[in-house]
């Protein structure tokens, strides 16, 4: 009888060209991320056949959410420093050096001038709780106090001409607060803007 | 130097386990794929009339004719009138393809027929090379413009209520865009125009 021999056999496994792969895979999802924004207040936008994409740089977001509070950002910290320097300098905005670092870093606001520095000093958490439950939240938008025009006015001066202006609405929303917020764009001439949609297919 | 017999070199094994970078990888892919949004929102693109232009010659008078009042009332409805509000009747219909769209189609019925045209005709030059695939894009862009302000479209008046909600209003603009009508404005909504409604409202219940 002879003896059975059994081979050894080699378990390792070559992961080299599955590492390449990998790594394909991770430059190409690192090149195209743009990452999803934080907005702390949720606004759920109507759909619409509109292909239209909306521009990635120098864009004004305003945002109005399902209880008609009235929200803004800039698309970059850059923006959101000119706009606050152009408030403080022309519409007697005060806040202090660190509240302005601070509220060049957030990601949304929208409170009263007045409230706005005590605003900055709560924490990141708060913050987004405030705007989300407080029911002084939102940017002041209607005839008596219009601080949305002051808002909107700066950042016009400060980012100039090429600023895109864009309206996110809830959908939700009745018509009476999207037009107080057209309304007011239209004061300060404000008459080109982009309605932020989510795609949706012809029926 | 004298040579110091076999200096035995052990064999290493050039082999690398790659199994830790890949899991590591994969780690990351994960992270990246769940924090992009590779969808960029859409948008519309939207002018509303200024409120300086009071100059009587920028006016433009809407020939009634061709003029579409749309009234946007409570509770999803809509009510629309063909020709001059004040003269012609306001009939309520709904948004979506059977109501408002089927009415703005007939309205635009010549306009529709030469965009459609218009796609047919880029559908066949459609190429493969980028350059000329831009260039038949632009072309196609130009014409479609020039089809949507051209006399025989319907000048389109929405006016909202204040009892309409957005996405009313964005229905509506959507039916704009479908029913390749490149001449609307939204207007004020005022008692007048609750008046029409009202009555439309009257008519419905006595019959």
């Not at chain 1, 004004?60 to 950002?73: A, E, H, Q, R």
């Not at chain 1, 519409?91 to 605003?119: C, D, I, N, Y």
């Not at chain 1, 938008?141 to 980012?159: F, I, M, Y």
């Not at chain 2, 490149?182 to 219940?205: L, P, R, S």
């Amino acid at each position: 009888m002879g003896r059975f021999k059994i081979k050894k056999q080699d378990t390792f496994i070559d992961m080299t060209p599955m590492s390449d792969v990998m790594v394909l895979l991770l430059t190409f999802f690192m090149l195209t991320a743009t990452f999803v924004k934080d907005e702390p207040v949720k606004v759920v936008a109507p759909g619409s056949v509109s292909e239209i994409k909306i521009p990635e740089t120098n864009l004004l977001t305003i945002f109005i959410d399902k209880s008609g509070k009235v929200f803004m950002n800039m698309d970059s910290p850059a923006g959101m420093d000119k706009l606050v320097k152009e408030m403080k300098k022309s519409h007697g905005l005060r806040l202090s050096a660190e509240e302005t670092k601070a509220f060049v870093q957030v990601p949304m606001f929208g409170t009263k001038k007045s409230a706005l520095s005590s605003w900055l000093k709560l924490e990141s958490a708060e913050r987004n709780t405030f705007l989300n439950e407080d029911a002084k939240a939102g940017i002041p938008c209607d005839s008596t106090n219009d601080e949305l025009k002051d808002w909107v006015g700066a950042a016009r001066a400060a980012c100039g001409q090429d600023m895109g202006i864009a309206i996110k609405a809830d959908k939700h929303m009745s018509y009476a607060v999207i037009k107080r917020v057209m309304d007011s764009l239209r004061s300060i001439h404000e008459n080109r803007y982009n309605l932020i949609t989510a795609l949706k297919n012809e029926e | 130097m004298a040579k110091t017999g076999n200096s035995k070199q052990k064999k290493m094994n050039a082999r690398v386990d790659f199994t830790p970078m890949v899991d590591m990888i994969m780690l990351l892919v994960t992270f990246f794929m769940l924090c992009t949004t590779l969808i960029k929102p859409q948008t519309m693109e939207i002018a509303m009339p200024s409120d300086v232009e009071t100059d009587e010659q920028n006016q433009t008078q809407v020939e009634a004719k061709k003029a579409v009042t749309i009234l946007l009332g409570a509770n999803d409805e809509v009510f629309y009138c063909i020709g001059n509000p004040s003269t012609d009747p306001f009939k309520a219909t709904t948004y979506g393809k059977d109501g408002i769209r089927a009415i703005l189609q007939k309205q635009n019925a010549a306009a529709l027929a030469k965009v459609q045209e218009l796609k047919d005709k880029f559908a066949m030059e459609q190429s493969s090379d980028p350059e000329t695939f831009k260039k038949n894009k632009e072309a196609f862009q130009a014409a479609l413009k020039e089809i949507k302000e051209s006399k025989e479209t319907p000048n389109v008046i929405i006016r909202p209520s204040d009892e309409a909600t957005y996405d009313n209003l964005m229905s509506i603009l959507d039916e704009m865009q479908i029913c390749s009508i490149g001449k609307y404005v939204i207007d004020k909504f005022t008692e007048t125009e609750q008046g029409y409604i009202n009555a439309v409202k009257g008519g419905g219940a006595a019959q």
